[in-house]
């Protein structure tokens, strides 16, 4: 029986809308009070499978320290076939009528821990950290905004994925807080820059792609082969501060603005358990040149929340609601565009959506959209406005795909601001 | 006597031009036929001093496995203190009137190696790459090029030593070859881009700095320490096609423009070697926000030099001399802007200082400006002509800080470019 059959269960109990049934099985990087060696586990509904103890067991067939490393790195550099047929024996092991873990108490103890037991760590050593703006309505939104909205997209905007490099020094992993950023502010009322900390901190709502398979320098990705390269997905926050971003983008692009955290998802949803939610993605006009040009669907059905939290408050305000599947660009076409060039790729580099914002306004993935660069206030359970982001406000985002009585899910990006540092 | 005194001698001999007397000790990773282990080295003259047989014979108090790790990395990261006795332990082993290295015939067969029979090695892994935009004259180009005379510089430049995350992956050690890029061109005539070979390809004259001693996550880094957060310096080319850039720019960057490659110099010239070229840079006006305000000076006397060498021909066409003194904002000025929203550093972090023109036309670090992108060719030596780099052309940089009776020299950073691929 594959791996994604709907059919397929587990003898660890998973409810309908858990983000982790046996079809999922995303990997991560997790430590415990008791064992404080960050070691690779899955996510197996509310338990973490240690797939250094079940290596340990001699259950799975790859050494043990691989599993020790610290990071997905090492197993990932091992190569597309052991993934999957690491996930494959996984798959196995927990299926409700294979006995060998099932019924095996003594390495259930060692193997299956409560994830609420578990402190969860960066899942891969980031190697590189790449950011896009493949959303035709956050781009059309952004355009509007601080250009003119009879011109809202860039001229190039149609033909090219645009990305751009951003900071992997700083990419955290979820439950990471972050000081609010300081910089340089240029307002209105002064021709000279003032510095102090942002006062329009905001989110963006993206996923990101995981490298596995790096190609060599000099080396372009085919479109066709670029899905191959990818190890897996997580959930994205790209946290940004509007105001000092608004003064030094012209010409280099987003530098302190974005550098001081991003933050992603724990767990990687692999490419395989996300297969059977490929769909088409949105028709390209002009159709983009031959290298961009793709023969297979490469759209994925993923549902997307944001919700905020204040410090004063346990209610969770619901800030937008959209899908992955409107993105304009694939992530295959942002790989073999990145590449195209000659540039090279290494395991861990991290791939970042941009803003994914839907075509209502309940759907747009940043607070400079929801809220019109402030322009809207939105109004919180507690009565509070909100513009952009408070100091004590907690971003949580989550994504799932939706089976037939299952999710494949995505877990959360959370992330709660501090205060600027003296 | 101190590691930089002029009167200092070896009992290797080394003629006044060289780049590498015993005032210098550049640290670089080397392998040889004989020994493929990559591993650290320090030039002395036309040698290379090999650390790890240095270390097997119990001169150096740092395990030797350090010095095999692969790169300067591990060997950066044990901290200031360490790079600096290592320095002084070396000075001391290498200097005319100290008898235990000169006088042991098996060891200097075992420790000093001629360089021609050296490959050298990229000098560290990079952790990051971040590129500025620091040469008033550059930014200045660049402006009356492409946007208007009248405003050159663009209203944030004299307040923020503008810079951007470049692509880390694709840094190149000297040497090594690359070939010209593919990507979308955008030609005047038409509406629509194409794809094809870069038409316009460059080189950037910059010199690149090494961050030794990092900062953590949300603490930035005070300008008057800024300095002892850098290991050493080096030269880069920053190699750009500059229709893609053209092409690509807006709004977020220079992205597949760069990313194809960039070199830099094997030989890593550490800050106490350039101590005693500190001068003072160019006068700010208006003066800069607090946090970017020097107590010292942070400017450095480093002549510069490009030659162009074609495939028919063994004559060095030289296309530019300039000084890295005139750069308007200085390394400990990027390192604390970059840092200031709590962005963190890591071992290994390269920094290029952005294209280094001078204010004369000979002095202009890019092919761009050089002919003033394209209107006024060049006109070598065997009589062709030159606009943009065309195939077969070797790119040389060097760059040396002048000294009473020797040199502090960095080497050099080539590059030759191949035509695209198939």
Redesign the interface.
């Known amino acids: 029986m594959h791996t994604n059959d709907p059919s397929l269960k587990s003898f660890i109990a998973v409810s309908p809308e858990s983000h982790f049934p046996i079809q999922n099985l995303p990997f991560g990087i997790f430590s415990t009070v008791a064992d404080p060696v960050p070691r690779v586990g899955v996510a197996i509904g509310d338990f973490v499978l240690d797939l250094a103890a079940l290596e340990d067991a001699d259950l799975l067939d790859v050494p043990s320290e691989i599993f020790r490393s610290g990071s997905l790195n090492a197993f990932v550099a091992l190569g597309h076939a052991t993934w999957r047929a690491t996930r494959d024996t996984i798959s196995q092991l927990l299926r409700h009528d294979n006995p060998v873990l099932r019924d095996n108490p003594a390495l259930r103890a060692e193997a299956l821990l409560p994830q609420e037991q578990a402190t969860m760590h960066l899942p891969m050593q980031i ?2 950290y790449t950011d896009f ?1 493949s959303s035709k309505e956050h781009a059309t939104n952004v355009g509007c905004m601080f250009r003119d909205p009879a011109n809202a997209l ?3 905007w149609l ?2 994925p ?9 990419v ?1 992993v979820s439950g990471t807080a ?2 609010r ?4 502010l ?1 307002l209105p009322e002064s021709d ?4 102090g900390p942002c006062r329009k901190l905001d989110f963006e709502l993206e996923t990101g792609f995981l490298i596995g398979q790096p190609n060599a ?4 990705i085919d479109i066709n082969v670029a899905d191959q390269h990818i190890f897996g997905m997580v959930l994205l926050n790209d946290w940004s ?1 509007r105001d ?1 971003q608004q ?11 974005k ?3 991003t933050s992603i998802s724990a767990w990687v949803v692999t490419m395989e358990a996300l297969e059977p939610f490929r769909v088409a993605s949105p028709e390209q006009q ?1 159709a983009p ?3 961009l040009q793709q023969q297979t669907d490469n759209g994925y059905d993923i549902a997307l929340e944001v919700t905020l939290k204040t410090a004063d408050s346990s209610a969770e305000n619901i800030l937008c609601k959209t899908n992955f599947k409107a993105m304009y660009w694939t992530m295959a076409q942002q790989l073999a ?2 590449t ?7 395991v861990g ?1 991290l791939m970042g959506s941009g803003t994914i914002s839907g075509s209502t306004p309940d759907a747009y993935g940043s607070l400079l959209e929801l809220t019109w660069n402030g322009q809207k206030p939105i109004t919180l359970v507690d009565g509070t406005q909100r513009t952009f982001i408070q100091d004590g406000d907690e971003i949580n985002m989550t994504g799932w795909c939706q089976g037939d009585g299952y999710r494949i899910g995505f877990g959360c990006v959370t992330g709660k601001i501090l205060p600027a ?1 003296g």
Chains 1, 2 share one sequence.
């Open positions: 190697a590189g703006y860039l001229p190039n033909h090219i645009i990305g751009y490099n951003g900071r992997a020094s700083s955290v972050l000081h950023p300081k910089g340089q240029k000279n820059p003032v510095f320098l000099g080396e372009a501060a000092l003064w030094e983008y012209v010409p280099l692009g987003p530098f302190n603005s550098s001081f955290g002009p040149l031959p290298y565009h990145h195209v060039s000659g540039c090279n790729t290494q580099d540092k």
